[in-house]
C-alpha cells in the first residue's frame, strides 16, 4: 500500500511541476508575443477565449494573474499602490492589484505583457467591465464588451437575440484587430477541445465522490489554472488526462488526500489566495477534506452548451447562463446538488469582500442548505487577494468550533 | 415657495402618502430601484410609480441578508422590504443595475411574500446597434410583463399619454434648476431636493401641476430678486443623494449647489422622450441618450466630459463628489474622472457617504476647507 502510495505522490508532484512548467511557458510566450508577431489580448476569466485562439491571439487574464499575485503574498503592497492612485479600498483586490501592476509592472510575474486588445465579458460581474475601462484609457487600446445580460430566473429569446448579434460582433472585431478572416472550422475544433477539457475537468473533480477522497479544494484550485487559460488547447486535454488517471488511481487505491478522513466539507466562492497551505493544513489537521467547491466547478458548465453545431448560438447561451450570471435560488440548487453528490457533511463558505455577486446571496444560501440538507455551515469573512483584516487566529477559532459541532453531529 | 409643504409633506410621510394614493385613487402601486426604470410603461399601465431610496430607519432585518459590505441604498431597501414597511406595494421592478442589485433582486424575490416581482435586465453597453434593439426589445417584454402582472393592456395611446406626463414634468424640474442655477437665492438645496425627491413619489399627474405652478412663481421671484454674485458655485456629482443636510452646510460655508450629476438629480431629467409613434423605442432612445449611470457602458470619458462640460456651464467653481461606500461603479470612476479635473484645473472634493453620513462638525469642517481654497 505504502509503496503505491509512495509512487501515486511522486507522480502527483511530477504532475504540479508540469503544471508550474506550462505556465511559465505560456507566460513566456505571451511575453514574447511582440517579437513573434502575435496580438495579446486581455481577457475575463468567463470570456470566450475560443476566438481568440482561432485567431491566432494570446489570450492572457488579469484575472489569473491576480490570483497569482495573491497567492505569492504580493497583494497588499500592490492594493496599496491602488489606493494611492485613488481606488477605494472597498473595490475588487484583482482589479486594484491589476491596476497598480501594470504601472510598476510590479508582482510575481514582472507583469502582464501589455494588450493589443481587451475583451471583457460580465457574466461574472459588472466590475470587470469598470476595471477593462480603466485599462483600456490606459493602455489605449481597443475594449470589445461581450454583454451577458444576468438570467435570473431565464435565458430570454430577447437575450439569445442580443448576445448571439454580440458574438458575431465579436468575431468582427477580431477580424478587425488582427487583419484576418474568422476561421469557422477551426473555431469549432477549439470548442471542442474546450469542451472535452471541461468534460476531463469535470471528471476528475468527481474522482472526490470516492472516500476518502483522492484530492482537495485547494489541489483543484491549483489545477483549475489551464481550463481557465489554455482551456482548447491539446496540452490541456493531456494534462488532464492524466491528472484524471492518476486521481482514479488514487481513488481505487484508497489513497486520500487528507489522512483520516472524517468530515468531507464543501467550498464556497473564490480561494482565499494568500492563505491556500494555511488553511489546507489547518482543514486536514482535523481531518476534514474539502471535497468539492462552486468556483472550479464553474468552468465545467459554461462549456456544456459550446457542443452543438452552431457554434453562434451555443457560444452566447454557454457564455450566458453561467453560474455567478445565474439567481441565487439557482445558485442554491446547484449547491444542494453538489452536496448530495459529494456527499458532504458540512459548507465552508469564503465571505469575501472583492466578490459582491459571488458574496451576496451567501446568507440565503446558508439558509437554504441547512432547510432542505440539515448541514450546517461555516462563514469565514476575508479577501481572495488583499489579507489586511484576515486574522489567523480568529479564523483558526471559528474552524476549530466548526469542527467540534461537526464531530457532535457524526456522533449523534 | 406656495407648494413647498405639499412637497415635504410627501418626502417625510412617503409611504404613507403612497398608502393614501393606493386608497384613495385605487391605483396600484410599483416600487423600483433606479434611475433607468421606464416610469412611463408603469404610468400608461395605470398604475403609480415609486422610487424607494435606502432607509431611514434603524437596519434591523437586512442584515441577516448582506454582508458588512454591502452599500447603504441596497441594505436600505431591503430592509424596508423586509419590515413589511412597503407591504402595500403592488409589485417591484428591479432593473439591472450593478452586482449589489443584480443581487438585491434575487433576496427580494426570495425572501419577500408580497407583490409581484420583475426584473428588467437592461443591456450593460449602450454603444452598439444590437444593444438599442436589445433596449427596445427587452422594454416590450417588461410592457408584456407588466401588463400580464397588472392585468391590462399597455395600449400605444395609454403609453404616448404617460410620455407627455414624464416630458413636461422632466421640463418644469429643469427650467426650475435652471432658473436656481441662475440664482441659487431663489430656493435653498434643501427646498430643491425636497421637490425632486417629491417628484418620484407623488401622483405624477398632481406633481406635474404643482411643478408648472412652481416654475411660474419662481420665474416672477426671480426677475424680482437680485443675483448674489459673491457665491461660490459648486456642482455635486455622484450616485444617489438621499442626505438633504448636506445644502446648508455647503450653503452656510458661502456655495452654493448650482446642478448635480444625481440620478437623483439632474440624470433624471434630462433628455426627453420624442412623443411620435412607437413609444416603447423613443422611451428606449431616452434611456440610451440620456446622461449615463457608470453602471453602464456608452464611452470611455463621456461621464468625465459631461462633469467638465456642466462646470462650465454653470459657471461653477468646483465640484464635491458625494461617492456612496461601496458603491463599485462609481468608485472606478472616479481617479481617472478625477485626473480629467485636474488637467481641466477644476478643484473636486471627494466625500465618501454611508448612512449615518458623518457628525456635521466634521462634514462642515470640510466644506469650509474647500470653499475656502476656490
Redesign the interface.
Known sequence: MSDIKLELDKRKTKLEKKMQNIMAGYYIDAKMARQNNKKVAWITSGGPVEPLLAMDVIAVYPENHGAMIGASKMGVDLCEKAEA????S???SY?RADIACCTVNGGPIGGLPEPDMLVCC?NI???V???Y??Q??HFKVP?F?Y?T??C??DY?P??K??VE??TR?YFQFLEHETGRKMDIDRLKEIGKNSVEGAQLWQETLDTTMSRPSPMTAFDAFFHLALIVTLRGTPQTLEYYRELRDLMKERSQAGIGAVPKETYRLLWDNLPIWHRMKWLSDKFAEHGACLVADTYTSAWCGIKRELNRDDVIASAAEGYTYSYLNL???KMAELVLTMVDKYQVDGIVMH?N?SC??Y??????LQKIVEREKGIPSLMI?ADMVDDRSFSESQVATRIEAFIEMLRQRKGA | MKHLEEFRQVVNQSFGYARQLKKDSGKKIVGYVCSYTPEEVILAAGAHPLRILGTKETIHLAD????S??CSLVRGILEEGLSGRVDFLDGMVFP?T???V??????W???IPFGFHL?L?L???LD?L??Q??MV??LQ?FRTDLGRALQVDITDEALKKAIRTTNAIRQSIRAIYELRSRNPRLMTGTDLYTLVRASMIMDRDRLNILLAETVAELKVKADREKEDTSLKRIILAGGICNHPDIYPMIENAGGAVVWDDFCTGARYFTELIDEGAEPIARIAGRLINRVVC??K?ID??GRARHIIRLVKEKNARGVIFL?L??C??H??????I?KSMDEAGIPVMLL?IDDPIPAEGQLKTRFEAFLEML
Request: proline share 6%.
Open positions: 492612485m485613488g481606488y477605494s472597498d473595490l475588487c482589479a460580465n460581474c459588472g466590475s467591465m469598470k476595471w475601462e480603466v483600456a484609457r475594449l464588451i454583454d445580460p444576468v435570473h430566473t430570454t430577447e437575450m437575440r442580443y448579434a454580440q460582433e439567481g441565487t435560488d465571505s469582500r459582491r455577486p458574496s451576496f446571496g451567501q446568507y440565503d469573512e | 441577516s441578508h448582506l454582508q459590505y454591502c439591472h450593478c452586482d449589489s443584480q443581487r438585491l433582486s434575487d433576496i424575490r426570495m425572501n426584473d435586465i443591456p450593460v453597453k452598439t444590437s444593444a434593439h436589445y426589445d427587452v417584454k457608470p453602471a457602458h470611455l470619458d461617492l461606500k461601496f463599485d461603479p468608485a472606478f470612476d472616479y481617479p481617472d478625477k465618501e
